[in-house]
């Protein structure tokens, strides 16, 4: 009993030290989006660009702000995964597109669009179909250019459902809830706590690990996804950034590396940039040939030694998946 009560105390205690809305003890009850639109609204990065230019302009051009169009190649993936997988896995509950639910989608949607759990069953079946139709009519596109308005229509509402700010600063901000909180609807998560000149983001409140590598890990991968009923793989950087790169002496955190050290803030690049290129590799090449008797026989082929010596400078196994 006496120990039961010191720990209410301190809780309590905490709760009054935390004063920005940071205990809350249960996640927050949300109305389901019933489309797309609305998801898509309820996240919408747009009004954040506002104030937080360099922020904005910089994730814009990540793969976040694209985490299920890809580069394109996310979206017709999800649907292979649908047709080759749901659909042939006898107990799934997939015959048809109609019959897909978002516990489906979730093995894609855990880390390419986490906010899929506040959708109803529809808006699965709508990303479903929109993707269907935006592949079929870029194809048409090749032939007929007036598909192509339909074809950019449509990529733009896929592009909509995006790992946006609010995603990384609100959603997937705090990782250990029972120790720090779940996120509240009206707070803003980073480093400080105190007001924030939104109207419906008016608080800002701490995320404890959000400059730490557990924050990226959450969707950069440690192997299979075992929570799911099917279990699915895709990255699993993190895996080897934890259990290869740490215990191997390497000490910077993924934001260091890709946020700070490549000066690209929230543009999070990996091979298809320059300077990222540039921090991956040391590579050192060492050749020689050998003749055996030069002057003796015309035509000999020589012997060609080639030392190559790649060290890998990133903090994980390249590349990932
Ligand atoms: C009207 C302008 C305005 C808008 C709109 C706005 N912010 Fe802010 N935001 C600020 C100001 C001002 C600060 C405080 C900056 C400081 O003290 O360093 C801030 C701080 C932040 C911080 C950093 C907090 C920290 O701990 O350093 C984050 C993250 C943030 N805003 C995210 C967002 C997001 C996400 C949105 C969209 C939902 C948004 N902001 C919309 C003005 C704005
Ligand atoms: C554990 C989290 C996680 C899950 C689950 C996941 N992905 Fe990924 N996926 C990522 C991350 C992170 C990347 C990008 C970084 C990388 O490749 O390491 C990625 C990259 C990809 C890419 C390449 C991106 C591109 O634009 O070229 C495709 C395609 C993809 N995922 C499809 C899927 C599909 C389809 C599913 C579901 C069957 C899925 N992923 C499940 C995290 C995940
Ligand atoms: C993929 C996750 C992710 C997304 C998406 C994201 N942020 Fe951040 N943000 C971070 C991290 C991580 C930090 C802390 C970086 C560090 O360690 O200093 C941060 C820091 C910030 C800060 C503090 C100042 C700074 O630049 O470090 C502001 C302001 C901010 N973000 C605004 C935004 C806005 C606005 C958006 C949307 C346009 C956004 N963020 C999208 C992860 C994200
Ligand atoms: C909510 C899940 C989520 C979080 C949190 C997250 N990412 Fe990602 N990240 C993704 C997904 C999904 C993709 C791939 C999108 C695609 O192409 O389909 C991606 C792509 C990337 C890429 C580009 C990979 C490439 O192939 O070019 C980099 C780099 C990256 N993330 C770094 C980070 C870092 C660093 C952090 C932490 C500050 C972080 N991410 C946090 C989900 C996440
Ligand atoms: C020591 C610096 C460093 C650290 C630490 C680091 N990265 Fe990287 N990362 C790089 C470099 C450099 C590349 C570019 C090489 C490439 O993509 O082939 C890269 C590539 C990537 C890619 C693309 C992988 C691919 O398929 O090529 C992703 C995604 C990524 N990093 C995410 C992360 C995440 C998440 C963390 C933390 C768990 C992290 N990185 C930690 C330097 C780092």
């Known amino acids: 009993m006496g120990v039961l009560r010191i720990v209410t105390v301190l809780f309590l205690v905490g709760c009054v030290w935390s004063s920005y809305g940071l205990c809350g003890t249960k996640p927050a009850e949300v109305p389901k989006a019933k489309t797309i639109a609305e998801l898509a609204a309820r996240y919408d990065s747009s009004s954040c660009g506002e104030c937080h230019i360099e922020q904005y302009e910089q994730w814009e051009n990540s ?21 080759m997988g749901l659909k042939l896995f006898p107990y799934s509950g997939v015959k048809t597109d109609e019959d897909v639910e978002v516990r489906h989608l979730m093995m894609c949607a855990k880390c390419h669009l986490p906010q899929l759990d506040e959708a109803t069953d529809d808006v699965a079946r709508e990303i479903v ?5 935006w592949m079929s009519a870029s194809k048409k596109a090749y032939d007929d ?4 308005d339909v074809a950019d229509e449509l990529q733009e509402k896929i592009a909509s459902l995006n790992i946006g700010c609010l995603v990384c600063h609100n959603k997937k901000a705090i990782i250990h809830k029972w120790a720090d909180g779940y996120p509240q609807p009206d707070t803003i998560y980073a480093f400080q706590e105190g007001e924030h000149d939104h ?13 730490e590598s557990i924050f990226c890990g959450q969707c950069h991968g440690l192997g299979p996804n075992f929570e799911l009923d099917e279990p699915s793989q895709c990255a699993t950087l ?15 955190t ?16 990996a091979y298809r940039n320059e300077t990222m290129i540039k921090m991956a590799f040391d590579v050192e090449v060492d050749a ?34």
């Open 129 to 133: 179909k929109t993707i269907r139709d």
């Open 199 to 211: 109207p419906d983001f008016n608080k800002l409140g701490k995320a404890p690990a959000l400059n």
């Open 63 to 83: 793969l976040h702000a694209v985490s299920i169009l890809g580069t394109p190649r996310t979206a017709p993936t999800v649907l292979t995964s649908v047709d």
């Open 238 to 252: 993190y895996g080897s950034y934890l259990f290869a790169y740490i215990p191997e002496g390497g000490h910077d």
């Open 145 to 148: 250019e007036a598909y192509e």
């Open 254 to 269: 993924c934001q260091e590396c890709h946020m700070a050290k490549s000066g690209l803030g929230h543009d999070m690049q």
């Open 288 to 321: 020689m040939s050998h003749f055996w008797r030069k002057d003796s026989v015309e035509g000999v082929i020589p012997l060609g030694v080639i030392n190559v010596e790649i060290y890998n400078k990133s903090g994980h196994a390249i590349p990932d998946g």
